[in-house]
């Protein structure tokens, strides 16, 4: 379905083993800072979703400056969170198709990571044999 092609040319006499080996070389290369600097960006891009709110929040007299902290905060852990996590669905879904083998794990990690976040209860445990009781009482 998919080839890996490669589509460069260079002057001069090299053998393509040492041409292979140059464009292995650049390819990971570029990866390696591409991917990382794509990923900041987005949480970046995120976070800068929130600043005119914070901008706004901060030119309230007197209190305006810890509201305006305390969503920055908030912005940049949400920033955070969803970031990482929609760079690392792009990436894997991308690795899917080129090496399902990396792809996959890394779908799956990213579907367990989402669960935890927005679907797991994480409410206070329960303590063994201790027996809860709701809140409001069923009517009978």
């Excluded at 464009?23 to 990382?36: D, L, M």
């Excluded at 991308?94 to 799956?108: D, H, K, N, S, T």
């Excluded at 990571?113 to 069923?138: L, N, R």
Aim: net charge negative.
């Amino acid at each position: 379905m998919f080839e890996e092609v490669v589509d460069a040319a260079v002057d001069g006499t090299t053998t393509s083993d040492q041409h292979f080996k140059a464009q292995e070389g650049f390819i990971n290369t570029a990866s390696s800072i591409i991917r990382p600097a794509g990923i900041i960006m987005c949480i970046l891009g995120f976070y800068m979703l929130f600043s005119p709110v914070i901008a706004l929040l901060d030119m309230i007299p007197f209190v305006g400056f810890l509201l305006s902290g305390i969503v920055a905060i908030a912005a940049g852990i949400f920033a955070l969170v969803v970031g990482l996590t929609l760079s690392t669905l792009t990436i894997a879904i991308a690795w899917v198709f080129f090496r399902p083998l990396i792809g996959v794990p890394l779908l799956a990690a990213v579907a367990a990571s989402t669960y935890m976040i927005f679907i797991y209860d994480w409410g206070t445990p329960s303590v063994a044999g201790e027996t809860t009781t709701p809140a409001i009482p069923a009517s009978t």
